[in-house]
């Protein structure tokens, strides 16, 4: 049986749920952030050890301003009323992107969640905030310099002293990775759901488990 320790996830679709409810793509972020706890809950019965969640990628800035300002507020507001209860079930909360460019008050929240979260050991929920995995890369090479070797120049990613993905899933019917976790998701299994996702549920996220363990994983051998 397959090894499983890191799952990915591009949640795509929560704009175009909300415009397919009249209800606007606001209401879709909304109700993508309750797949979102879902998801999370889900994961922590599973047992799985670490998760990844692409919330906000680098090339998100071009979508409109009050769009943009939308998701932050939810962000923040996540952070502040959720806090205490992602203390409770021993979440660790970690965070990928640059986090510079971010409002001062996302920043804070991050920082807080850092703190409040960093001896929790159940499960490490990560979070991508204008994440853009060339970025990390090229990043990654520039503090390595003449020091280059492979272990070295894994260190200065995001993911350093993680296991890499075993698993991505992508809901939304597109099948690429829109520049997320390129590196690290070089050997993983991809599965591309039609549903968006505000509808991805349990039943979706167990059977791809299953099939992922019924998966021989052969990494260039036979």
């Given amino acids: 049986m397959n090894k499983l320790q890191h799952i990915a996830f591009i949640m795509d679709g929560n704009g175009r749920w909300g415009i397919k409810k009249n209800k606007g793509r606001n209401y879709g972020h909304l109700k993508g952030l309750e797949t979102v706890k879902k998801v999370v809950s889900n994961s922590l019965n599973l047992k799985i050890p670490i998760i990844t969640f692409y919330v906000f990628s680098s090339e998100n800035w071009k979508r409109p301003k009050a769009e943009i300002n939308f998701l932050f507020k939810l962000i923040d507001q996540y952070f502040s009323t959720e806090i205490n209860n992602v203390i409770k079930q021993g979440i660790k909360l970690n965070f990928f992107g640059e986090l510079g460019q971010l409002p001062v008050n996302v920043k804070n929240s991050i920082k807080r969640c850092i703190h ?35 272990n070295n120049f894994e260190k200065h990613l995001y ?7 075993e698993i991505l899933i992508r809901t939304g019917g597109h099948q690429r990775l829109s520049n997320f976790m390129l590196w690290q998701l070089a050997y993983a299994e991809l599965f ?15 059977n791809i488990i299953q099939k992922y363990k019924k998966i021989k994983r052969n990494f260039g051998s036979v």
Avoid: C, H, Q
Wanted: glycine fraction near 2%; hydrophobic fraction near 35%.
């Fill in 192 to 206: 591309f759901v039609d549903k968006l996702w505000p509808d991805f549920n349990f039943k979706d996220y167990k």
């Fill in 159 to 165: 993911t350093n002293n993680m296991p890499n993905p």
């Fill in 116 to 150: 409040l979260t960093k001896k929790n050991k159940k499960i490490i929920v990560n979070l991508a905030i204008n994440y853009g995995s060339k970025k990390e890369i090229f990043n990654a090479f520039k503090k390595v310099k003449k020091r280059l070797t492979f």
